[in-house]
């Protein structure tokens, strides 16, 4: 909801450039310990990102905890001005700068005191104190949110914010200023199209369609879960990967687990399928079987899609309900990643791959 309120207190002509969710002024949830917080635990929260407006670009942190001193006395130098709003938020604004290096930083900040006992920091940093792209006025307004107090409660069904995922391919190439937001847009229209059409496909938590960078490279993905059961899905999307090549069955190297299933489609994208099977599959630490299917789907472009894994004790897969590809300037790939600790990524041939259903049982 803390994410909402700030982006939502944005001029309109301000926004969050595109980067990993730890990157995009998303908080993280505060834990409620009701009177009964634990010595030394601080409920606190904070978010970080680039904001851009008209071409000009600022490294912009929000901090929100308690103000265990109150507010402070209004002395000269610590602040340029101190507003009172309606609802007795005290919020003070700073503009200044520091050297290092001979390198001239400037900074400008608004601080919130709520009623509640909440602080709440707004920080900009740039190279030029009149091209920030927030005015201090601006940065005032999102600090004195009455929706970024402690005390303010999340609203019964509220989504977990998201969380940074990863791009698995075989080589990493660019980084997230190569990725375009019309691409990412482009690409998360197909998938959300790709997955209704797909008969019976369940229900997930949020949109197929949710791609976000990871950070590292120019690639994008998204983490989902399947409503009402235990079974996770990944998408991956990235460039530059080399073309996947049949396994040699004969090869000692390819002795141990099961073989990948690679095939040419009709428009020329070279798709690569392998599922793990009950032997081979890991187990995890409540002692249920993990199962893996793993779908590499290679375009004429390069780029690749990159399809999940899946947990839990009998995999039954049922048959084939339809072909399903990506428009030619979107294909990509799928490939299967097991995290120790993370739900198991469910098997799933979307887009781009050929439609299958998978159930656990």
């Not at 790709?194 to 983490?223: E, H, K, M, Q």
Request: hydrophobic share 35%.
């Amino acid at each position: 909801m803390m994410s909402d309120a700030v982006r939502a207190a944005l001029p309109a002509d301000v926004a969050v450039a595109l980067a990993p969710p730890s990157s995009s002024l998303v908080f993280q949830p505060v834990e409620d310990f009701g009177d009964t917080v634990p010595q030394g635990v601080i409920p606190t929260t904070s978010a970080s990102g680039q904001l851009v407006r008209d071409g000009v670009s600022a490294y912009t942190t929000i901090g929100v905890g308690p103000a265990d001193a109150g507010v402070p006395d209004c002395v000269a130098g610590d602040l340029d001005s101190r507003t009172t709003m309606p609802d007795r938020t005290v919020v003070d604004t700073l503009d200044t700068w520091y050297e290092e290096s001979g390198s001239r930083t400037y900074w400008r900040s608004a601080t919130a005191y709520h009623p509640d006992g909440t602080r709440v920091h707004v920080s900009l940093t740039g190279n030029d104190l009149t091209a920030l792209p927030l005015g201090a006025d601006e940065a005032a307004a999102i600090a004195g949110s009455p929706d970024l107090a402690l005390s303010t409660l999340a609203p019964a069904g509220t989504p977990a914010p998201r969380q940074d995922c990863s791009v698995y391919a075989a080589s990493s190439t660019g980084t997230v200023q190569d990725i375009r937001r019309e691409s990412v847009d482009a690409a998360n229209a197909a998938l959300t199209a790709t997955w209704a059409s797909i008969p019976n496909a369940p229900t997930l938590d949020r949109p197929i369609g949710s791609l976000v960078p990871d950070g590292f490279t120019s690639g994008v993905c998204t983490d989902l879960d399947v409503v009402g059961a235990r079974i996770g899905l990944s998408v991956s999307v990235s460039g530059g990967q080399p073309l996947p090549a049949p396994v040699d069955p004969y090869d000692p190297n390819a002795a141990y687990g099961p073989l990948p299933v690679t095939r040419t489609l009709p428009d020329g994208s070279v798709m690569q399928s392998e599922d793990a099977g009950i032997t081979e599959g890991l187990v995890s630490e409540d002692g249920t079987t993990r199962l893996s299917r793993s779908v590499t789907l290679m375009g004429l472009d390069r780029r690749v899609f990159d399809s999940s894994e899946v947990s839990r004790r009998k995999l039954i897969t049922e048959p084939l309900v339809g072909d399903h590809y990506m428009a030619p300037e979107r294909r990509s790939t799928p490939k299967v990643r097991s995290w120790p600790h993370r739900p198991a990524r469910v098997p799933r041939t979307l887009m781009g791959c050929r439609a299958s259903r998978a159930l656990i049982h």
